[in-house]
């Protein structure tokens, strides 16, 4: 294992491990069309996209959306989504990853602002869960930030140190995140956000996930 073991990565989970951007765009596009606006591109969702999402809603609308239109912009995308993620599956390469990276010795974990009763059936029916320390999702309403998450998921690791982590994400939230619970941060651009808006938050961003790994184990060594 040499000098490397105790580092561990903390995955974010849609458009990082689970290439669901056919399902998001899809979902964002049906919430939308609720409140009559016209459906974007996945290049438009990539470079706008931002959270808390209310803030991503207000880029397009021009305002915030009432409690109201998010109440059923919220409900659309999540139902749609639901319908739609079946057709979904795992990044490219993923679970050897997952695999190169347990059986090194090296620890890791998932935390994501999907509705956590949904996410761990779905990590488990890939057949992967035996691969993290903790499966942890959204249990709160939907629209918040992941740091005010990290803290709690980190300290659940026992043995873990914030120091020896790096999160592993495709959104500026992720970089934002680590940075609050002093870990550091691989940026990936398979998934919601752009190149271009990723590398304005200042962390290494890569275009495969096995750069984001190789990556990791550069920057905890």
Known sequence: MGKLTGAHIVWDWNGTLFHDNDAIIG???????ELGLAPITM???RALY???VPKFYERLLGRLPTDAEWEVMDETFHR???EHRVGCGLTDGAVELLMGWRSAGRSQSILSMYVHDE???LVRGFGIEAHFLRVDGRTGPSGGSKAEHMERHLAALAGVEAARTVVIGDAADDAVAA????AR???YTGGSHSRASLEGVGVPVVDTLAEAVAEAERIAA
Do not use: I, S, W
């Open 185 to 187: 941060a691989v940026l």
């Open 43 to 45: 290049e438009q969702y």
């Open 50 to 52: 931002c959270v808390p």
């Open 179 to 182: 940075m609050r619970v002093g």
């Open 80 to 82: 749609y989504y639901a």
């Open 119 to 121: 996410l761990v059936p």
């Open 27 to 33: 979902a964002t596009n049906a919430a939308f069309g």
